[in-house]
């Protein structure tokens, strides 16, 4: 430090003031904490602002940890940004009796009868029944299929009649809403050669198998129009999709023998959202017969109906995202 000298002027007091290289010292300092606090500030306004005054969304993290899409101004000039898999949550907005004999297998709510439909497996007792959405109530119940089936996912046609596929028989049956009885028959493949889950997509349908893959069908002839293998946004696959159901241009799956409904991009097949259940129903509270969460049916105003294989309750949820 400089030494400090007295001076004295025209001031009837003599002034204590710093020499002249300590004056011109304590400026730089000074000047260069401003220069740092301007950085600091710059840097803060630019990492929570954007440069813009929107708020800015990290994107990144493993493809099963918490984390949000990009978001960018909408712009022709920008390309489509990618799919990040990220968590969400649910709603549970009712909880409705559900027939815990039922090993469901399929669930379907129709927009033209308004009714929801079940499909129920194991060979010798398989059946379709309706059931009232809001009072759980069974409405009317099939005779059991045939001890060969093993009933499997449902769908409405375009003639509003149910297509319900069966495990390893490689066979489809056709069945009136009428009074469930069997119309016809199809055969199909698939890559396991099983039947799991089906769901409309817009004229056509989505099939799963209990693999990764998923299968396009035409709606008119049932032929395959193409597959894709499901996975997420880090290329980890996602296998044993089950239960199948249309939500807002994606299809929602649920994972065989887990808690767990993936969110899937039919264009890229990658996994857009997973939704985790297991405080649905705690294993912990669950009865000792009950089997696996199972069944997705899309109501009406966004509500979906999932219930379980033999569970003795359904409920309704809203997805968060």
């Given at each position: 430090?400089?030494?400090m000298e ?8 003599n002034?204590?003031?710093?020499s002249?290289?300590e004056r ?8 260069i904490?401003?220069?740092?606090a301007a950085?600091?500030?710059?840097g ?8 813009n005054g929107?708020?800015a969304?990290e994107?990144g993290?493993s493809?099963?940890s918490?984390s949000s ?9 920008l390309p489509?940004m ?6 969400s949550s649910?709603?549970l907005?009712?909880e409705?009796p559900?027939?815990?004999r ?7 709510y129709?927009?033209?009868?308004k009714k929801v439909?079940e499909?129920?497996g ?11 959405h809001?009072?759980?109530d ?5 005779s059991k ?11 409405e ?13 490689k ?16 055969n ?5 050669s099983?039947?799991w889950g089906?769901?409309?997509y817009?004229?056509?349908?989505i ?8 299968f396009?069908?035409?709606?008119a002839?049932m ?10 946004s880090d290329?980890?696959?996602v296998r044993?999709?089950n239960e ?10 649920n994972?065989w ?7 899937i991009?039919?264009e890229?097949?990658?996994v857009?959202t ?5 405080d ?10 009950a ?6 049916a ?9 219930t379980g ?5 359904a ?6 995202i």
């Amino acid at each position: 430090m400089q030494p400090m000298e007295v001076t004295s002027g025209d001031d009837d007091n003599n002034a204590v003031s710093l020499s002249t290289a300590e004056r011109k010292k304590r400026s730089r300092n000074f000047a260069i904490l401003g220069l740092a606090a301007a950085c600091v500030v710059i840097g803060l306004w630019t990492k929570y602002f954007g440069g813009n005054g929107e708020a800015a969304i990290e994107t990144g993290g493993s493809a099963l940890s918490p984390s949000s899409p990009q978001v960018v101004p909408p712009s022709p000039d920008l390309p489509k940004m990618p799919i990040i898999t990220t968590r969400s949550s649910y709603t549970l907005i009712e909880e409705l009796p559900h027939d815990k004999r039922s090993f469901t297998q399929g669930l379907l709510y129709s927009p033209k009868t308004k009714k929801v439909y079940e499909s129920a497996g194991l060979y010798g007792q398989s059946y379709v029944r309706e059931f009232d959405h809001n009072s759980g109530d069974v409405v009317r119940k099939s005779s059991k299929l045939e001890r060969k089936f093993f009933a499997e996912g449902i769908v409405e046609d375009a003639d509003g009649d149910l297509i319900m596929l069966t495990w390893k028989e490689k066979t489809a049956l056709r069945i009136t809403t009428d009074d469930f009885t069997t119309k016809s028959t199809f055969n199909y493949k698939t890559h396991t050669s099983e039947g799991w889950g089906i769901t409309n997509y817009g004229d056509d349908f989505i099939v799963s198998d209990g693999s990764a893959w998923i299968f396009l069908w035409d709606g008119a002839t049932m032929e395959e129009k193409r597959r894709f293998q499901v996975h997420t946004s880090d290329g980890k696959k996602v296998r044993f999709l089950n239960e199948l159901e249309y939500y807002k241009g994606d299809i929602l799956a649920n994972i065989w023998y887990s808690d767990i409904i993936v969110r899937i991009d039919v264009e890229s097949g990658i996994v857009k959202t997973i939704y985790d259940f297991k405080d649905l129903w705690p294993k912990k509270d669950r009865d000792v017969n009950a089997d696996c969460f199972n069944g997705i049916a899309l109501l009406e105003d966004d509500v979906l109906l999932v219930t379980g294989k033999l569970w003795p309750k359904a409920y309704k949820i809203k997805l968060n995202i």
